[in-house]
């Protein structure tokens, strides 16, 4: 067993309202400067719909992640490495700047003068490429945001395959719900052996970077993350990407989507994870790779990992984070959150919760009476198959198409909504607990601590970083792994042939 550490972020799809400050804080901190102006490191997306950059889940458009190969092993989906060499002056799989969009401001200077006018004045749109004023503004970053444009548009998006879409195009049927992106953090990245410079690494606490000094700009690592999560800086011809805000966590603090997230949906926490695992479980058979990755996941109460972990150097303050972690307990012991598309298979380390939605039809005022008050000997399974979102468009994209866990991990929810409301409207102090979804009273208690009502320290357990895992990892480190000492990844990646030796 060799136990690792990552900080990992659960979010609450159920508490994000889309009010966007995530990305305009993250836009305000990380990427306000030239040649970054379409990249939105932290990006909210309204689904069913395209996405950005649009149709980014499109992975034989893309190539992006890893597929299994006859082996039982992995592989990049761009091919190997001399495919990936061969492709350095011409990439195919790269998105355009149509497939994102073309930045624009507004000429507001145009708004103020000393001129009468007739008329209100107005201020035009310009390219932040061309710097030429713009006939008219034609797509964004948010462009399909609640719901707007045609049900059309929104088909496009692959979580819907194999769901009848019938109705969805009627406002009463329709459905939506926001789906805030940012670097997943992976365990087994795609962007880390796509690159020919070996400038993207893992630090200790689990944070992806791209070290600026050693990047050449072959942009393979674009084409190879499949959430599309790294961004070209046409300006610095560097690749950039999300940093988790890295000089908050060595602090102590979250990073700054999470601290100014509206919404307070938004969780982060330590976990301890065996590495060893790593090559096996990316490779596990697609209906597995959810559990498997829980699997992965060790239990940091259990006095054998403490003991191991401790014998490993991991740090004590490590080790009680972890067991107070928020998201330990979404990702692992509750099981309600899940990673954002497993089946590209990098192990992602943002996992979401999925969000409730109304029923599908209206109810009668007879029906809404029985539905409220019947809380003890309702069939939780049968709500959340009456649920407007369907189960399998959680499935495709959280659990690899399996709708099996969603339906299980919303029954959850829906069961706590119960036990709370026996709680505190009827007065009964234990309420019944489906058993058959195996959580406890106590459990049931502490979720509704966290997903209802949670402060900020219950939100964030960050432990601050000892100094030499700091700063000086941007600019000196020498590139793939997880750290100096412990090549374990790059062994892997060098038994894939996947990239340049050093
Ligand atoms: S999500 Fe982040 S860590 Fe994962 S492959 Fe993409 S850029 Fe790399
Ligand atoms: S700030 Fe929070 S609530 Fe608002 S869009 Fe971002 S994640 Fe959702």
Not at 252 to 275: F, H, K, N, W
Request: net charge neutral; glycine share 6%.
């Amino acid at each position: 067993m060799k136990i690792k550490t990552q900080i990992a972020m659960v979010l609450n799809l159920d508490k994000c309202i889309g009010c966007h400050t995530c990305s305009v804080t993250c836009k305000n901190v990380w990427t306000s400067r030239k040649g970054m102006e379409y990249a939105w490191w932290n990006n909210v997306e309204t689904k069913p719909g395209p996405g950005y950059p649009k149709k980014w889940e499109d992975q034989d458009k893309y190539r992006g992640g890893w597929v299994r190969t006859k082996d039982g092993s992995t592989t990049l989906r761009l091919g190997n490495r001399p495919k990936v060499m061969s492709q350095l002056f011409s990439n195919p799989y790269l998105p355009q700047v149509s497939d994102y969009y073309e930045p624009f401001t507004f000429a507001f200077s145009s708004l103020k003068g000393k001129r009468r006018l007739k008329t209100p004045p107005s201020a035009r749109p310009f390219s932040m490429i061309t710097g030429k004023q713009m006939d008219k503004v034609k797509d964004g970053p948010n462009w399909e945001d609640d719901l707007a444009g045609t049900f059309d548009e929104r088909k496009s998006d692959p979580n819907l395959n194999g769901i009848d879409t019938q109705g969805f195009e009627e406002f009463e049927r329709t459905f939506m719900f926001y789906v805030p992106r940012l670097c997943e953090h992976c365990l087994h990245p795609a962007c880390i052996p796509s690159c020919p410079s070996g400038a993207i690494y893992k630090r200790k606490d689990g944070v992806v970077l791209i070290n600026q000094d050693r990047c050449r700009g072959w942009r393979q690592c674009v084409s190879a993350c499949p959430y599309k999560k790294i961004y070209f800086n046409h300006q610095r011809m560097k690749s950039e990407k999300c940093v988790f805000c890295y000089p908050r966590i060595e602090d102590g603090q979250p990073t700054v989507c999470s601290e100014t997230c509206v919404g307070r949906m938004r969780y982060l926490g330590v976990i301890l994870y065996d590495a060893e695992k790593i090559d096996d479980y990316a490779a596990a058979d697609e209906r597995e790779l959810v559990s498997r990755q829980r699997e992965m996941i060790l239990d940091p109460n259990d006095p054998t990992v403490i003991a191991e972990a401790e014998r490993q150097g991991i740090s004590h303050n490590y080790i009680l984070a972890a067991q107070k972690s928020p998201t330990y307990k979404m990702m692992k012991e509750w099981a309600i959150a899940f990673p954002l598309h497993p089946e590209y298979r990098t192990l992602p380390m943002v996992w979401y919760v999925p969000a409730m939605s109304p029923k599908k039809e209206k109810l009668s005022e007879e029906e809404q009476k029985a539905d409220s008050s019947n809380t003890t000997e309702m069939d939780y399974f049968a709500k959340v198959d009456d649920m407007r979102i369907p189960a399998q468009y959680f499935a495709n994209l959280l659990t690899a198409g399996d709708p099996q866990p969603i339906r299980q991990a919303l029954a959850k929810l829906v069961a706590l909504r119960a036990f709370m409301r026996r709680k505190t409207v009827d007065g009964v102090e234990h309420p019944d607990v489906p058993e058959a979804l195996g959580l406890s009273a106590e459990q049931y208690d502490d979720m509704y601590r966290l997903l209802a009502i949670a402060n900020y320290e219950d939100r964030f357990v960050i432990p601050s970083a000892p100094k030499q895992q700091g700063s000086h990892h941007f600019d000196e480190r020498t590139g793939l792994g997880f750290d100096d000492e412990e090549q374990n990844f790059v062994e892997g990646c060098k038994r894939h042939n996947l990239f340049a030796g050093r």
